[in-house]
């Protein structure tokens, strides 16, 4: 599911905001690469840095935020399913944004605090947001033995979700708006945040 929200967002933010990725900051790092060297060679290519560089920024600060707000369990348990409230909040105001850079800056930073999400609930050698690593892995896997296939079935499952998912994601955004697609995903990690909560809790009881 956080894969999905990862596509979903991904394929839409790149269709809808300038061809920007919000949670692929791999691309974005070649996109802003590219558009610094065409200004300082005085290439004419029509890339622009701004857009990569709000996107590294935001998803920048809300992975350090969300990794601070969750070390040592500071927030108790109930601290790594907070973080998907955060990113249903940041989702829904870059649903409302009508600025460029701030839908890509608050886009980016959900992604930044679902990445550390991700990492706090210990998902071995995948990541939702960047998938060359998980890419890697999945190939590492399928010489493992029984134990590495059954993780390169996850890796792979990962996979096609975010390309399933980015292909929708542009699809809505395209029929509808970006907006739309943010309130989806937004509305898909609240489910998300519930259920987290609820087991959290469980968890708790039973201490």
Known sequence: MLTAIAGAVDGAGFLSLSQQFV??????????????SGEMTGREDGLSPIGPLWS??????GAVLASFA?????????GVPLLLLVEVVVLALAGLSRGFE?????AAFAMGVQSIHAARI?????STTVLTGTLI?????LSGGRKGFRSARLQAGVWAVYLVA?????????AMSFSA???????????????????????????
């Open 23 to 36: 949670a692929n900051q791999t691309g974005n790092a070649v996109l802003l690469a590219v558009a610094l």
């Open 56 to 61: 590294l920024l935001g998803f920048s600060l």
């Open 70 to 78: 969750t070390r040592r369990h500071v927030l108790t348990s109930f």
């Open 102 to 106: 701030h839908s890509i800056t608050l």
């Open 122 to 126: 210990g998902l071995s050698g995948v």
């Open 137 to 141: 892995a999945l190939f590492v896997n």
């Open 166 to 174: 980015a292909g929708i994601g542009s699809v809505l955004a395209h």
């Open 181 to 207: 697609v943010c309130w989806a995903a937004a509305a898909v990690a609240a489910a998300m945040a519930v259920a987290a909560f609820a087991e959290a809790h469980r968890g708790a009881s039973t201490i």
